[in-house]
């Protein structure tokens, strides 16, 4: 059984598309994150929702919305795609947050080249 | 500010070889978890370890094995006897300050472990 899932895995589009990337995680967590890694493999996080509420918004151009429309679902809707778009997306989910850090657990990722 | 440090950017072992991957860390909490992952060549993240501060005993887990010292702020990791399928990037991992109860991670840069055959 896959534990957070992401579709899809491969996304090829054209500069100025709106396309959107999804995440399901089957392991009844609170958490759940997008991350982005660049070509250097360099990972940053770019959004976190505890119990369908944002509380993580780091600087991330207001072209990226994530969506979570429940607790096992967290959508990322990228509009007017931009040649520095193209990375890895990865999806994870936590138990829940705490002060000292909880494990993530990661999907497989989303390769989204923008051309 | 909290910050993890692999200054090791590529390593290149032969199989059979031992390797250390190095982490260094600031942080100014008194409290808190470090991580490692591995990213295989197929694209995966894969948690492999989760620490907590207050146990500085090495953990060991088949070849793979973890030192912690808190005194130099460094979570290092030691594969003995390598093989090819250990052949991937690392990465070693943070949580954000106490203060920030949000789950945050904090990434370091990144080793790339290349093990020949």
């Known amino acids: 059984d896959t534990a957070v899932s992401q579709t899809p895995k491969y996304l090829v589009t054209q500069m100025g598309n709106d396309k959107s990337i999804k995440c399901e995680q089957n392991?009844?967590?609170?958490?759940m994150y997008w991350y982005k890694q660049d070509s250097k493999k360099f990972l940053k996080i770019m959004f976190s929702y505890n119990n369908k509420e944002l509380i993580i918004n780091e600087t991330v151009p207001n072209r990226f919305s994530p969506k979570s429309p429940d607790k096992a679902h967290l959508n990322l809707h990228i509009n007017s795609l931009e040649l520095g778009d193209s990375a890895v997306y990865f999806c994870?989910?936590?138990?829940?947050?705490?002060?000292?850090?909880?494990?993530?657990?990661f999907g497989p990722g989303t390769r989204l080249l923008v051309l | 500010a909290q910050k993890v440090t692999q200054a090791q950017t590529e390593i290149s072992v032969v199989e059979k070889e031992d390797v250390t991957l190095d982490c260094v860390y600031e942080?100014?909490?008194?409290?808190?978890?470090l991580f490692w992952y591995k990213q295989p060549p197929s694209g995966e993240l894969v948690f492999l370890i989760r620490?907590?501060?207050?146990?500085?005993q090495n953990e060991i887990s088949g070849r793979y094995s973890w030192n912690f010292q808190k005194s130099t702020s460094s979570f290092n990791f030691t594969i003995t006897a390598s093989q090819v399928v250990d052949s991937a990037v690392y990465f070693c991992?943070?949580?954000?300050?106490?203060?920030?109860?949000?789950?945050?991670?904090?990434f370091g840069q990144g080793t790339t472990l290349q093990v020949k055959p």
């Open positions: 994870a989910s936590s138990p829940g947050t705490s002060l000292r850090g909880e494990t993530q657990y």
């Open positions: 620490r907590n501060s207050f146990d500085e």
């Open positions: 991992a943070l949580p954000t300050a106490f203060s920030s109860n949000t789950g945050k991670l904090i």
């Open positions: 392991l009844g967590h609170d958490t």
């Open positions: 942080t100014r909490d008194t409290t808190y978890y």
